[in-house]
């Protein structure tokens, strides 16, 4: 009863306010006969009385009488501005109702609560109608002039929309003070909204986390910028940018993660989100080898195989994944069963020449060979003669008689082992452990057969090289090679081998050097790379050199560094090239060379400065000849060719 008493009172001080208010009952009766001339003029006289200056009710009126004539064609000539009236006076109803300027006592009481109440689906149009001015503005990139609109619909209603947008304006214009709060506090309300009613999702909604993100990136605020991700993603799974986010941040924690568990673990979580992304399969398979090497490095055998096995079978697994097809264009183990784990591993481990790996690898997948056997040792000893490679063969032979410093017959072994392979023709690829199995078995035997065996293996092996371009090979065999055939009992064999040395530096020369020439220009020639700059200077873009010049160029690095006796490759890295090519441009932007260039310089790029403070300037712009130019004597301390030639250096880049 007391409910129905005060609903009623409400309704008498409303019709209390028209009837007191002559004027706004006038304007309110011609606005309900659709007499919208007469209504606004009515109302007008209203707005001109000062007693109304906080009546609600009054700006009410005036704004639904100019939304109405906006919509009428006929009056909307006289009133132009109608539509902006509707949505002005209309956003001034509102600041009243929360302002203490509501009119509260007498017979001019007006409750706010019921005027909301009953006001609230025409302020839910005047939002709508507020919002689609304001993103004609927005989706124009006018920043400054949509922000105020968006604020006015913030006046008629809490709306989320608005809000984001209204923030995104502030960002757009460089005010991230302003913006953030209302990013953050849009953020905390879509994440809430979603999760607990399961309501529908908007494209607009994934601009907080993704501006939130992408600030706390650029202050290096790695941790909130991942919990601003990872709740975006919740809610927009797909969406490319918050995909990006995190795959940058799953990338920043790696490189912060030493190789570890740890670093295993941090991978497998990143490719829940990124199944088929390459990197994150390459460093997996790494993280397991650098892993498996560890163990097998301290002899933790069994450690070693539990490991192993379950990378064997998460590689299985990665059989059922909708991403398959892309997956094993990455990972050569995807997909295969236990077996071709263990071959491929083995392989990688070869590659690698992790030795203690391939033992413990070996060891691990003969196990179940020792067992039957009438004793370990028996059961090692029959696997190792089976064995047909010969490199595996050293690396378990080798790790064997570390592990154990007095083997009683694993020389004995050795030795059957080398004489029944060397029954069957060698192939390349096995005619260096071979020398190794025979270097280390003449040091346990009394008879000369398995180092006159090393000899013709190794002529052998040299001969093969020349025929197959293996410089670095050919230079540390023969070296080695040298003092074995200065015995007495090898003078036919020593010069044998002095007259390989010859055909082979002849033969470095022609294919690295020689066949290292690439041409500048229009200049074209089978079989030689043509470099032809694609930078601008006007426009400052660097421009990009092709592989196959780089591949050229590196190719003549080493070939100076082999010939000067340093046996050990250097690369040139994308990173190092590129920066390479900011200095180039740099130069020519400039035309000037200088190791300490001003930050004055034309198209100043700070990796560009890097690579001229570290790098040899040339001034010629063949790539080619400039690896030449820096072995020149041009400068008493020969500084450019000690820098090339330095035994330190592994990674290199060039840009011309």
């Keep these: 009863m007391k409910t129905v008493f005060l609903s009623l009172l409400l309704v008498l001080s409303f019709n209390n306010t028209f009837a007191q208010n002559k004027l706004l009952a006038k304007a309110q009766k011609a606005y309900t006969d659709g007499n919208?001339?007469?209504?606004?003029n009515a109302i007008d006289k209203c707005l001109k009385d000062k007693n109304n200056k906080n009546n609600v009710l009054v700006y009410l009126l005036k704004s639904k009488i100019m939304l109405g004539i906006s919509k009428d064609d006929n009056l909307y000539s006289k009133y132009p501005g109608a539509f902006k009236d509707a949505l002005k006076f209309g956003e001034k109803a509102m600041i009243i109702l929360n302002s203490a300027d509501m009119v509260k006592s007498g017979d001019d009481f007006i409750s706010h609560h019921q005027v909301l109440y009953d006001e609230d689906a025409y302020f839910?149009?005047?939002?709508?109608?507020?919002?689609?001015?304001?993103?004609?503005?927005?989706?124009?990139?006018?920043y400054a002039k949509a922000l105020p609109m968006f604020k006015r619909s913030l006046a008629f209603y809490n709306d989320t929309q608005a809000q984001v947008l209204l923030a995104d304006c502030y960002w757009q214009l460089g005010q991230k003070d302003e913006s953030l709060p209302l990013f953050r506090s849009t953020a905390e309300k879509i994440y809430g909204a979603v999760l607990d009613s399961n309501s529908k999702v908007y494209g607009y909604q994934k601009e907080p986390f993704r501006k939130l993100c992408l600030y706390y990136l650029s202050i290096k605020a790695y941790d909130s910028a991942y919990l601003i991700v990872k709740n975006g993603r919740e809610i927009f799974p797909n969406d490319a940018v918050l995909n990006e986010y995190t795959y940058g941040l799953t990338r920043y924690n790696l490189e912060k993660i030493p190789p570890s568990i740890d670093y295993l673990n941090a991978i497998k979580i990143g490719l829940k989100d990124f199944?088929?992304?390459?990197?994150?399969?390459?460093?997996?398979n790494a993280i397991y080898v650098y892993l498996l090497n560890s163990l097998a490095l301290d002899n933790k055998l069994k450690s070693f195989d539990s490991l192993l096995s379950v990378f064997c079978k998460s590689?299985?697994?990665?059989?059922?994944?909708?991403?398959?097809?892309?997956?094993v264009r990455f990972d050569v183990f995807a997909g295969k069963s236990e077996t071709e784990c263990r071959q491929l591993m083995m392989q990688q481990f070869k590659n690698m020449a992790l030795a203690e790996a391939c033992y413990a690898l070996w060891m691990s997948s003969n196990s179940k060979n020792f067992v039957g056997s009438s004793s370990p040792d028996i059961g090692f000893q029959n696997s190792l003669l089976q064995t047909s490679d010969v490199q595996l063969a050293e690396y378990v032979f080798n790790r064997y008689a570390s592990l154990?410093?007095?083997?009683?017959?694993?020389?004995?072994?050795?030795?059957?082992?080398?004489?029944?392979?060397?029954?069957?023709?060698i192939g390349f690829y096995d005619l260096l452990p071979m020398i190794h199995l025979n270097d280390s078995a003449s040091k346990y035997s009394k008879t000369i057969e398995f180092q006159k065996q090393s000899v013709n293996l190794r002529l052998q092996l040299l001969s093969q090289c020349i025929d197959s371009n293996e410089f670095y090979l050919f230079r540390d065999l023969w070296t080695s090679s040298v003092q074995l055939c200065k015995l007495p009992a090898y003078t036919a064999q020593n010069k044998t081998l002095q007259a390989m040395w010859l055909p082979m530096i002849e033969k470095d020369f022609k294919v690295n050097y020689f066949g290292s020439r690439i041409n500048v220009g229009n200049k074209t020639e089978l079989g030689i790379p043509n470099y032809q700059w694609t930078g601008n200077v006007d426009?400052?873009?660097?421009?990009?050199?092709?592989?196959?010049?780089?591949?050229?160029?590196?190719?003549?690095?080493?070939?100076?560094?082999?010939?000067?006796?340093?046996?050990?490759?250097?690369?040139?890295?994308?990173?190092?090239?590129?920066?390479?090519?900011?200095?180039?441009?740099?130069?020519?932007?400039?035309?000037?060379?200088?190791?300490e260039p001003s930050d004055g310089w034309r198209c100043f790029i700070p990796a560009g400065l890097d690579a001229l403070k570290q790098g040899i300037i040339s001034k010629d712009g063949n790539p080619?000849?400039?690896?030449?130019?820096?072995?020149?004597?041009?400068?008493?301390?020969?500084?450019?060719?000690?820098?090339?030639?330095?035994?330190?250096?592994?990674f290199m880049g060039i840009g011309t």
């Design 36 to 40: 919208l001339g007469s209504a606004n």
């Design 124 to 142: 839910k149009t005047l939002l709508k109608l507020s919002n689609k001015e304001a993103l004609e503005s927005y989706n124009l990139n006018k």
């Design 275 to 284: 199944p088929s992304d390459s990197f994150l399969n390459n460093r997996e």
């Design 315 to 327: 590689k299985a697994l990665k059989a059922k994944s909708n991403d398959f097809n892309t997956i």
């Design 404 to 425: 154990h410093p007095k083997p009683k017959t694993l020389n004995f072994i050795r030795t059957k082992y080398i004489q029944n392979r060397q029954l069957t023709p």
């Design 539 to 595: 426009s400052c873009q660097t421009g990009h050199m092709p592989k196959s010049v780089m591949e050229f160029a590196e190719r003549r690095v080493n070939y100076f560094r082999r010939t000067a006796g340093i046996n050990t490759p250097i690369v040139f890295t994308i990173q190092n090239n590129t920066y390479c090519m900011s200095a180039a441009l740099m130069c020519e932007a400039n035309k000037s060379m200088s190791h």
């Design 624 to 650: 080619s000849i400039a690896v030449t130019a820096a072995m020149g004597q041009n400068h008493p301390s020969v500084g450019n060719r000690r820098w090339l030639l330095s035994p330190k250096n592994q």
